[in-house]
C-alpha cells in the first residue's frame, strides 16, 4: 500500500480506508433518530471520472434539500459509486455490500443504492444478486437521483440505467465534499468509443460527448476565487475533446488546454488520460508554451507488442507509441512519462511478454499502473477471444513488470538528486506534522520539512534523496 501523501492520480483504491470506517461502525452503532431521511453518505470506487462524478452527484443533491453525511452511522442513504474495469473492482463492492448488511441491521431504515460503472453493467440484476440494494443508478442518469430517493419506500426498488448522448453535466457545479481545498478534478468530456477488446468502459459510460468549454473556463476560474491551485482535466480519451458551435466555432484539445491555462498563472493545469493514437504535435506544442501546463504525459501502453496492440484493437503499434514518446521528449525535454499495461492479455506468448518489458526498458517510465488482465463480459474479447493464459502466468509476467518498472522509477529518481523543483504544497506528510509534501509539475511527490510554509502555497524544493516512489528534499526559496 502506498503512503497517503502518495495519492495515487488514475485509481484510487480505498478498501483499506472504507474497512476502518467500518471498524468504527461497529464500535459506535446506533438507530437514527432522524425522521427527514435527506442525510447521503458516498463512497467512491474506480477512477477519477467517478470521483468527479460523486462530486456532481452532491451537488445535484444538495440543490434537493439532501445533505451529505460524513458520518456513515448517521446516514439514511449510501450511495456506492462504482467500477467495473475488473473483476475484482466488483467483487470488492460485492464484499462491501456484505459487510454493509451488519449496518441495516442495526437501523430500521437506511437504503443503499449503486451507482456508476457496476451499475450501468449489470442493471437490474444486481439488485436481484444483492438483496441490501434498494437502487440501481447508471453514469448518465444522476439528474434524477434526488426524485428517486424522495420516492424510495420501505420494499420499493428503482433502477434507471438509460445512457444519453448528450448528457456532459454542464450546467452543475460540483461540490467537492471531500477536498484539500488545493487540487480539483474538472469533467471535460464522458464516454469512450474506442472499443479497446479487453475493456468494458464504452458499455459502461457510452458515447464520447464534450463539454461546452465556457462552462469548463468558468469551473477552473471559481476554482482560482476559492483559493484552488491546480486542476486535473478528465475524460478517457481527452485527445479526442471537440466542442462544436454551429459549424463555426471548433474547440479541439489543444485549445481548450490553452484557455484553461490563461485562466490564472497561479492555477496548474493536468489532464488524463491521452490515447497514444492521437497525441499530436499541436498538444506538445501547447504544453511547452505554458509554464503553468504540467510536465507530465500519462500514455497507456497497454503492450510492447505489435500482434498484441493489434487484437487489444488500439490502433498504434510499438513504432508508432515509440515515435510518440520521441515527439514528448523533443518538445518537453523535461516531462514525466507514465503508463497503463496489462499482463496476459488473450494469447499473449512469452516473446510478447518480452516485447512489453522491452517497451518499458526503451521509454523508462516515471510511474506505471500494472495490471493482470481479467476478462470482462460483453467486450470483443469475451465473445470473440479465449482468455488463455493462465493465472499463474499471468501472475509471474505482472510481476516481472513490476519488478523492472520499479528498478527503473528508482533509477529515474536517483537522476534527481540535486535538481531543484517549484512544488506545489499539498499537505501535512502522514509520517510526521513537521514535514510537508506536494509535487513537481512532473506530479513526483516531494517530502521535505516544514518550516513555516503552509499547503496551497509553492515552494521551491531541493532533491537530496529518494526511494522509487517518493523524493525528499530541503526547501530552498518561495515562488
Ligand atoms: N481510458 C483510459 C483507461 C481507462 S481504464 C485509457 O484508455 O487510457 C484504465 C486501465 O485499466 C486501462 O488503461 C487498462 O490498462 C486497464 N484495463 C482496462 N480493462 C482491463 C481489463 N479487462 N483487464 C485488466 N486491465 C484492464
Ligand atoms: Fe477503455 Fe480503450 Fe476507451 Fe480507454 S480508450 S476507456 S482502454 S476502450
Ligand atoms: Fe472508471 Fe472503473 Fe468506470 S475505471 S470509467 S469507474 S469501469
Known sequence: ?????????????????????????????????????????IETYGCQMNLADSEIVASLLAKDSYTIEKDINQADFILINTCAIRDNAEQRIRKRLRELKALQRGRQWLKIGILGC?????????????????????????????????HIKDDEKMAETLLSETETYDDIEPVRYDTNGITAYISIMRGCQNY??????????????????KTIVAEASNLVAK??????????????YRWKNGESEIVGFPQLMAMVAEVSPLLRVRFA???????????????????NICKCI???????????????????????????????RR??????????????????????????????????????????FSMRPNTYAAKHLQDDVPDEVKTRRLEEIIALQGQIALENNQKEIGNTYEVLIEGVSHRSDQQLFGRNSQNKVIVFERGDLQPGQYAKVKVLRCTSATLIGEVVGNK
Not at 483499506?16 to 453518505?41: A, G, M
Not at 479497446?196 to 468549454?213: F, H, K, L, N, Q
Not at 483559493?227 to 479526442?240: A, F, K, P
Not at 497507456?300 to 515527439?327: C, F
Open 273 to 291: 488520460t491521452s490515447h497514444p493514437k492521437d497525441l499530436s504535435d499541436e498538444l506538445l506544442q501547447v504544453m511547452a508554451k505554458y509554464d
Open 118 to 150: 457496476m451499475a450501468e453493467r449489470l442493471k437490474t440484476q444486481l439488485m436481484e444478486e444483492e438483496d441490501n440494494v434498494s437502487f440501481i443508478v447508471g453514469p448518465d442518469a444522476y439528474r434524477q437521483l434526488p426524485q428517486m430517493l424522495d
Open 298 to 328: 500519462h500514455l497507456p501502453v497497454q503492450s510492447g507488442s505489435t500482434r498484441m496492440l493489434k487484437l487489444m484493437n488500439r490502433h498504434y503499434t510499438p513504432e508508432w507509441y515509440l515515435d510518440r514518446i520521441g515527439a514528448i
Open 1 to 41: 500500500m502506498m503512503p497517503v501523501y502518495q495519492k495515487a492520480f488514475i485509481y484510487i483504491f480505498v478498501e483499506i480506508e472504507y474497512f476502518f470506517v467500518f471498524l468504527q461502525f461497529i464500535q459506535s452503532s446506533k438507530v437514527s433518530t432522524n425522521t427527514l431521511k435527506n442525510k447521503v453518505y
Open 227 to 240: 483559493g484552488y491551485r491546480e486542476v486535473t482535466l478528465l475524460g478517457q480519451n481527452v485527445n479526442s
Open 196 to 213: 479497446c477488446a479487453y475493456c468494458v468502459v464504452p458499455y459502461t459510460r457510452g458515447r464520447e460527448r464534450s463539454r461546452d468549454p
Open 331 to 372: 518538445y518537453l525535454p523535461t516531462c514525466s512519462i507514465t503508463t497503463d499495461v496489462i499482463a496476459g492479455f488473450c494469447t499473449e506468448t512469452e516473446e510478447d511478454h518480452q516485447a512489453t518489458l522491452d517497451m518499458f526498458r526503451k521509454v523508462r517510465y516515471d510511474y506505471a499502473y500494472m495490471f493482470k
